[in-house]
């Protein structure tokens, strides 16, 4: 009967919030770079989140929105420059240490590491947006993860299943053997896709998106003088999100299955 292994994170929204101070500031900023008059308010960034990965993002908001500009000869060359300063300007962020770690966040990698868990990332962001984040916001902490599964390194994005089943090979693990934790419609889908029970904890962008399927969907991870609200699923009387209540979980879906 399959056990606990490993825990498998998602980055944007779940380790951190980086999508409204930070992403889009990365984005508007190499905009602007390029002489462009675009400008991604938080509102229309809140719609364009509905496209994972920031290239296809910008390749949408063309086609969609008609922005003013100049269409270059080669359309795939000029989104990758954009996006490339947009990484820039991003890593920038993180590297002023602007953007922190979610509430728990830290506690739980802490925990799962002492009680011998298993540690993964599966990402539709870039690399080098996971690493920089992650030694401003942990140092030491980025050789806790024994697969980064990030941006490219697939071919179909979120909420395609292909990252985590990317992770999980990398691993040599089974579905069952993890807990996957995302804050979107996207990431959920891809999660539940392979299978992976998953726990979610919203944000501003994603509060009222669908995640059927989900396990447990949390406000945050919580910490013990700061409890996490329930949003839907069962904590088990769990008041912040610890490595017992991911064993329960796995548990309990065992338990429904016999
Ligand atoms: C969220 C995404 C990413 C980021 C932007 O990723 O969809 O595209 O919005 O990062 P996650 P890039 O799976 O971590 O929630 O511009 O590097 O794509
Ligand atoms: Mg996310």
């Known amino acids: 009967m399959a056990e606990l292994r490993a825990l498998i994170f998602d980055v944007d ?6 999508e409204r101070d930070g992403h889009r500031v990365g984005f508007n900023r190499a905009f602007a770079d390029a002489g462009l008059q675009w400008n ?3 509102e229309l960034y809140g719609k364009l989140l509905a496209v ?13 929105y008609n922005p003013p500009f100049t269409p270059p000869a080669d359309l795939t060359d000029f989104i990758a420059g954009l996006h490339r300063a947009k990484t820039h300007h991003y890593t920038q962020l993180l590297a002023q240490g602007e953007i922190p770690l ?9 925990e799962a ?19 920089t984040l992650v030694e401003n916001t942990l140092p030491e902490g980025l050789s806790w993860f024994e697969v980064i599964a990030a941006g490219d ?4 994005k979120k909420p395609a299943a292909d990252i985590y089943y990317y992770a999980l090979q990398q691993m040599n693990l089974s579905s069952e053997q993890c807990l996957a934790f995302e804050d979107s419609y996207n990431g959920v889908i891809s999660s539940l896709k392979t299978g992976i029970q998953t726990v979610i904890t919203v944000n501003g962008y994603t509060q009222h998106q669908d995640f059927s399927g989900a396990d447990l969907v949390l406000n945050h991870l919580g910490e ?15 008041r912040y999100f ?17």
């Open 153 to 156: 390194v697939i071919p179909h």
């Open 40 to 42: 991604w308010s938080e």
């Open 113 to 131: 590491r002492a009680r011998g868990l298993r540690l993964a990332i599966a990402t539709t962001t870039t690399p080098a947006n996971v690493t």
């Open 242 to 258: 610890t490595v017992d209540l991911a064993h329960t979980l796995l548990q309990q879906r065992i338990d429904w299955r016999l």
């Open 102 to 110: 979610r509430p728990g966040v830290k506690r739980l990698l802490t």
């Open 13 to 18: 929204g779940t380790l951190a919030d980086t």
């Open 52 to 64: 994972a990965g920031g290239k296809e993002r910008i390749r949408h908001y063309i086609e969609t």
């Open 224 to 238: 013990p003088d700061f409890p996490f609200t329930v949003l839907s699923g069962n904590a088990h009387g769990s």
